[in-house]
């Protein structure tokens, strides 16, 4: 009897290394915690978003501002960690997007012939998109964006953008060209009206993923809720304004 | 008239002080001992607040429970629409009450026709309610500073009325629900949704089992215990139209009844005074306006006859407050019964208004310019909304129009004061017994009867009845089970089999007319008399003429409704004969011909101060009257006056 | 005073369970404007019978808006066009002569049909099942007034209790998610003290089984709280959200 009380209250290192590692698998599991890695990796993206869009709107101070910007942060030792940070960041929201829209078609296998949203309050700026609201494209705006993404990848990871000239030959031989004047190229090229559209849907994107966020989080309260609702919009427009603004900037005006 | 048997019933009810009955008899109860406990199995019928509260109560104490209900959830049972509250003696707003306030209260409320002693033990346990809804969170109305709040009720003295906003039905229903799914999860309970009793089976002169229909496979089911629990409410619906569910029916108590448990004063129906008139005859129910309104409202018809204007058109010179003028004393806060028969004899007189000319109207025009029409919204708003959205009027514009309608059965299985009907092994909790409310049912006290019953009086009661009874085990194949499954098979398939012309609900209508109109609001004898003959040919045309589709063999609500309603032909018999029988003016039950000078109830204690028992005798045969004297020591008989 | 319409009806008609489904359309002329939409169903019904037809499955029972046994899905919408209203409370005026309107059942993996439009909803008693509840026996209750609740916790608690477990919020939802209906239990208990013991035992067990029946993830789409009949604020999904993380992120169970 004393032995196997004993026993109980002395939970075996191997039973509780299981243990420690189990609740963050059933958290990981479960559809809550699902949607917080979702808003944890949306709210980071978010961030990231605000220091790029910082960095190129420099662009328009001028060459050498851009130049020595991209110089600066292309010199920094932690850049290829941060940028491995951001895949992985960009890889779990993309792949848990897929996962849970999977998971979501299957809570629903026969469909309705007709439906039609109840929700009385008129859709606000990015609220409502041409296929209905935004809250229910977050997934088909993703993908929108994620193709963008490829195409901006081609342009200034890979350089295969085929009307940019990546490098320049020089007297002492071929170099490759100064930042502002490959994203000045980029900007002006048949690629930007792609940038136009996947900076807009990103706005689109952004006005519920920002807000739905918190909500996910657990960060509803009704003072702030308002708040941060408005703010999602603001943010959205900022970022999806400033980045288009750059290939219209570059098609038209530069 | 039907035979009178003298039999002396035992009410089981405890000798002693009033106030000491209830200890005494839970000091003599005998116990079951744990490891028994197990062993034991007890069938729940009915989710409802009685059902729930006893099945969970009994599963904690340690026995085997299985519960059954016709809904899809435990949680969809009717108890969930009582709006106003529940009243308990807890005296927090040190107004005065106290236990015995409540007991006098609620005998002279029943009009002197209900058991002393259950209502007392009512009364005794009515705080211990309170004390468990609180903890299981049912989030009852608070004061600022947290403790619980209280409102006035029914005309009452003192405010003993707990609430939780307009859903106080639903909020203890869902309190009971979540005890009894804790319990499901302990793997005490079983549950049975969408399950539909149609017979008891008694072995041995003892209930041990039940045939049941399972909705959606349409098979028949047998289940076996050492005692059944009837918790199934009130049998309203027999007048088609009532403010009951659809669903609720009399057919599990009805079938007791035909085993032999017998059937204690049917004819106590309670109308409601306050309540949306019929629009149409496609009008499947109808909704309560909670009675509150009539502390601002006013009641009033127009003078002249079949008045078309609409009510803000009718100037004051032409309009007759009638319960003002009738009731100077009490106004239009007389209690329902009286309200309700005021209503009818106006409009009976052929003053009564909008399209079907049986409603009066309930006026807020001089409580808005009094108190302003943000005063009654935030008082009645819910309610107002409600009206619109039913009616499609605008109650703050035009007076609403209200008629009583059928609301609550007093009436039900006899049963002692253990709850044990006729049948040992066969207790009724809640609604569907007789006990507490006698000829009228308080305000409020509906809620508390089907708590107390099933969180604080069974578990003790069935206690006693399983260590006093050696139970031999019984098995489903025994012949009472099988006796009892061929006779709920065959009445099915001869309902299916009948292929005739008429829909149940056609014949459901025409039975609730029959009712409404003969053994309605008031009553007389040629009207009883007449009701009963045509109650007989309707059920005659029943059973020549039914007409159901579809198969047994699957979910088929056209085949519940007729088995339901072919009940309700045999019950509403029973409900006129007991009409009939009782001559004299009680509570909800108002004869014509004894009624005083100023047209009120006269009641008749010297040859009527019983409770009416009736055992079955068969289908068509005069049923047998039994009667249980009823004694007042503690509140002495008076006349109610309201003058 | 009393209109009268003529309508076109699409219903789902599928005879059990596994047996395939499909919409039949029916007539239906002389409606009354005042009829509920139940009531109207009836009013087919009874014609159905008449022409030897079986009539239309579909659940409903107190009809006055508080049981949430009934359900349908009216031309897309859950519960039909009206904000805070169950379909037996649901009138015929809201309609128009001549309309056409499509009812369907709920639909959802968690939520089988079992015939016509009536469907399979205990999922949600068995949530309940794993924690909708304050472990409390009867007769262990201290006096009521030994436990002060704040007006505004309790408030906040009823506003959540008011669910009527209807499954408008499943069926409304794009996702077919039970996150309302969780997340209104969970608000009630866990906001109230008397629920604290249990909170986060609570949170983790019920999500548990929300995700074993199969309802979809919530996307913050907000299409539950607009057709909840008993108008539950999709707050209660962040508090969930909340307790759920508080329960997995800093408790000991």
Known sequence: MVTKLAEKQQPSPSAGGRSATKWIMTLLSSSIGQKFVMGITGLLLCSFLVVH????????????????????????????????????????????AFKLTRDNQRARQVGYQQTQSKIQEKPSLFGQTPMGRTSSWMFISGAIILAFLIVHMIDMKLHLNPSVEYSIKTPEGVVEAKPYDIIIQVLGSLTAPIYIVGTIVLGFHLSHGFWSAFQSL????????PWIKKLAILFAFVIAAGFASLPIWGLFIH | MAETATTVFNSRVPEGPMAEKWDRCKQEMKLVNPANKRKKKIIVVGTGLAGASAAASLAELGYQVESFCFQDSPRRAHSIAAQGGINAAKNYPNDGDSVWRLFYDTVKGGDFRSREANVHRLAQVSNNIIDQCAAQGVPFARDYGGSLANRSFGGAQVSRTFYARGQTGQQLLLGAYSALMRQVSTGRVKLFPRREMLDLVVVDGVARGIIVRNLITGEFEKYSADCVLLCTGGYGNAFYLSTNAKGSNVTAAWRCHKRGAFFANPCYTQIHPTCIPVSGDYQSKLTLMSESLRNDGRVWVPESQSDERRGNQIPDTERDYYLERRYPAFGNLVPRDVASRAAKERCDAGYGVGPSKQAVFLDFRDAIARDGRHAIEAKYGNLFHMYAKITGEDPYQVPMRIYPAVHYTMGGLWVDYHLQSTIPGLFVLGEANFSDHGANRLGASALMQGLADGYFVAPYTTGHFLASHSLPAVSTDDDAFKEAMANAQDRNAKILGIQGTRSSDSIHRELGHILWDYCGMSRERQGLETAMGKIRDLRDEFWSSIKVLGQGEQLNQNLEHAGRLADFLEFGELMVRDALVREESCGGHFREEHQTKENEALRDDENFCHVAAWEFKGVGNEPVEHREHLEFVEVPLATRSYK | ??????????????????????????????????????????????????????????DHDCREGICGMCSLMINGQAHGPDTGTTTCQLHMRRFKNRDTIVVEPWRAKAFPVIRDLVVDRSAFDRIIEKGGFISVNTGSAPEANAIPVPAHIQETAMDAAACIGCGAC???????????????????????????????SRAQNMVAQMDLEGFGNCTNTEECQAACPAEISVSNIARLNREYLRAKLCSYE
């Open chain 3, 170 to 200: 499943v069926a409304a939802c794009k996702n077919a998610s039970a996150m309302l209906f969780v997340s209104a239990k969970v608000s009630h208990l866990s906001t109230l003290p008397q629920g604290q013991p249990e909170r986060a």
């Open chain 1, 53 to 96: 869009l910082a960095g190129n709107l420099l662009v328009y101070v001028g060459a050498d501002a851009y130049n020595t910007y991209a110089k600066e942060l292309h010199s920094m030792l932690l850049l290829p960690v941060a940028e491995v940070g951001l895949f992985l960041l960009l890889f779990t929201h993309i792949a848990l």
């Open chain 3, 1 to 58: 005073m009393s209109e009268t319409l003529d309508l076109t009806l699409k219903v789902w008609r599928q005879p059990g369970s596994d047996a395939p489904g499909r919409y039949v359309e029916y007539k239906l002329t002389g409606i009354s404007t005042h009829m509920s939409f139940l009531e109207m169903l009836d009013v087919l019904n009874e014609q159905l019978i008449a022409k030897g037809e079986e009539m239309i499955a579909f």
């Open chain 1, 218 to 225: 657990g960060l509803n309260h009704p003072k702030y809720m």
